[in-house]
């Protein structure tokens, strides 16, 4: 049983670009959440989605959207990308909104 | 603002002995905490939760402690091993919409175990 993948796994951009992170759940998992963990920081919660809908989301600007599609998979993408958004993207998959969270390995995004 | 942080950036514990991870919250609203272990290039890994209704759970080789009081988590390891090595952070959870909740995690506890 596969856990929660993430692609790619490294990213290298320059400012002003946009870029797209994607995840695929934890089989039988149907809610995706996305955070943002700077170096030697501790993850910050960007928004989650169930149902194909975004459901909360953290304080990050509109520049950060997201998508979930049938299959439960998501994406999530950054626009006009600023050297402060280089970091480890985290997707989490859970059986619902409000259960436990199960963490893939990231997505390290570094912008030049 | 509400935040969850840790007393302790670094902790070094040789191998056997117990070791304790601080953390303290200021959401006196939070009712459902969460201890996570992220090892190197690895996505942060579930090890042990607590609700507020409760001051003390066990899991194996780990204990998780709750003060409500003084708004205080900690997280104890048995028998420290090498592969305990890695970073802790404590998270609170902030109720949402439909039954949803955010993650707030802390800034994190380096542990290094000692051989």
């Known amino acids: 049983d596969a856990g929660v993948t993430q692609s790619p796994t490294h990213l290298i951009k320059t400012r002003g670009q946009q870029v797209t992170l994607r995840c695929s759940p934890k089989?039988?998992?149907?809610?995706v959440s996305w955070y943002q963990q700077a170096l030697g920081q501790g993850p910050q919660f960007i928004f989650q989605?169930?149902?194909?809908?975004?459901?909360q989301r953290g304080n990050f600007p509109d520049r950060f959207s997201g998508h979930q599609f049938p299959n439960y998979s998501s994406e999530l993408n950054v626009n006009a990308l600023l050297l402060g958004d280089s970091a480890l993207y985290l997707c989490a998959s859970s059986l619902g909104p409000g259960r436990e969270q199960f963490f893939g390995p990231g997505t390290r995004l570094t912008v030049l | 603002g509400e935040s969850v942080g840790l007393h302790l950036p670094t902790l070094s514990v040789q191998e056997g002995d117990n070791s304790i991870i601080n953390c303290a919250y200021s959401?006196?609203?939070?009712?459902?905490f969460i201890w996570y272990k992220q090892e190197s290039g690895k996505g942060p890994q579930f090890i042990i939760d607590?609700?507020?209704?409760?001051d003390k759970r066990q899991g194996q080789r780990v204990t998780v402690l709750l003060n409500k009081t003084v708004k205080h988590l900690s997280l104890q390891i048995a028998a420290t091993q090498p592969g305990d090595s890695a970073v802790y952070f404590c998270?609170?959870?902030?109720?949402?919409?439909?039954?949803?909740?955010?993650?707030?995690f802390g800034k994190g506890t380096k542990l290094s175990v000692i051989p």
């Open positions: 607590i609700r507020s209704n409760m």
């Open positions: 989605y169930y149902e194909e809908e975004e459901r």
């Open positions: 089989s039988g998992h149907d809610t």
């Open positions: 959401n006196s609203a939070s009712d459902y």
């Open positions: 998270a609170e959870t902030s109720p949402g919409g439909a039954g949803s909740y955010q993650l707030t």
